[in-house]
Structure formats: structure tokens, C-alpha cells
């Protein structure tokens, strides 16, 4: 998070003053983001210790800047996660504006976090497949996520 960002959030809080809409748009974003890769870590009823320090690893590195940020935005995103019927309907709440590069980013992400126990489960790849197709991405693009995010070069950093 920027300073700015953070200055944004103290005045709303110390204030009152509301965040505005693209800030409200991009916490959103993020929670969305988020919830995908709680759902990929979860998908195989197992939240490995791996795949949850993964997990808390990236969302520090893109969507938040402390660990206690991270903690409460994975938080959120559980309960999110929780509340929804698919992951299509999170993959909606995911903004077209960052275009293909973010999109594909994420999606090295999720496969980072799937194959973050050491191997990549059937539903584990079933899933974060589909994700890419319903991020949009061509075959090529997906593949080149999944190399990505397994050697570990998963596009976390800051957003």
C-alpha cells in the first residue's frame, strides 16, 4: 500500500471521510483475488501449513502491506469465500481493467499456492484450469502461468 493510500486511510478513519470509489472498487478487487486463492488452497479439504504460509506470503507481497493486513484481508476473504456458490461469480467482482498481465499473474499465483505442498492434486489443477479460463486467458497463457507459478516465480508483489 502506498503512502498515499495509507494518509487515504487514516483521514477516512480519523475523519470520517469515505474512501472514495475507485479505493472501495480496488479493496473489493482484492478481497476477490483473495478469496480465489483461499478457495485454491482449500479446494482439496486440505489447508496444508505450506499452503497457508504461501497463501499469507503472496497476499502480503500484492494486496496488502503488513502481515496484520494480510491476516485480516485472508480473513475476509475466507468468510467471502465461504458465501459464495462459485468461483465464477468471484471472478466477476475481478476487474478487466489490469488486462491479461494481471489476470495471468494471479493465476501463477494460484497455481503457486496449489502446488505450494509439493504436488498439484487433481481437483487442485481442475480448478485453477478453470480459473484461467474464466479469467479470460487463452490455453498458452494458462500454461505459462502454471510453469510460472510452480517454479515459483508467481508475480507476487506489490499491485
Not at 475507485?22 to 482449500?42: N, S
Not at 496484520?68 to 467482482?93: G, N, P, S, Y
Not at 499473474?105 to 499456492?113: D, H, K, N, P, V
Request: charged residues 30%; aromatic residues 4%.
Amino acid at each position: 500500500m502506498s503512502l498515499i493510500s495509507r494518509l487515504r486511510t487514516y483521514a477516512s478513519e480519523a475523519f470520517g471521510i469515505a474512501p472514495s470509489a475507485v479505493e472501495a472498487e480496488l479493496d473489493e478487487e482484492h478481497l476477490a483475488a483473495t478469496a480465489l486463492l483461499v478457495h485454491v488452497a482449500r479446494v482439496d479439504g486440505v489447508l496444508a501449513p505450506k499452503e497457508a504460509e504461501r497463501l499469507a506470503r503472496l497476499v502480503r507481497g500484492r494486496y496488502a502491506d503488513s502481515d496484520a493486513a494480510a491476516d485480516a484481508l485472508i480473513a475476509r476473504a475466507t468468510a467471502f469465500d465461504a458465501e459464495t456458490r462459485d468461483i465464477a461469480m468471484l471472478v466477476e467482482r475481478i476487474g478487466r481493467e489490469g488486462g491479461t498481465g494481471e489476470r495471468a499473474r494471479l493465476l501463477a499465483m494460484a497455481w503457486s499456492i496449489a502446488g505450494a505442498d509439493g504436488s498439484v492434486d487433481e481437483f487442485e489443477e481442475a480448478l485453477v484450469w478453470r480459473l484461467g479460463k474464466l479469467l479470460g486467458l487463452e490455453e498458452a497463457a494458462i500454461v505459462r502461468a502454471r510453469e510460472e507459478g510452480l517454479a515459483g516465480r508467481d508475480g507476487a508483489g506489490p499491485a
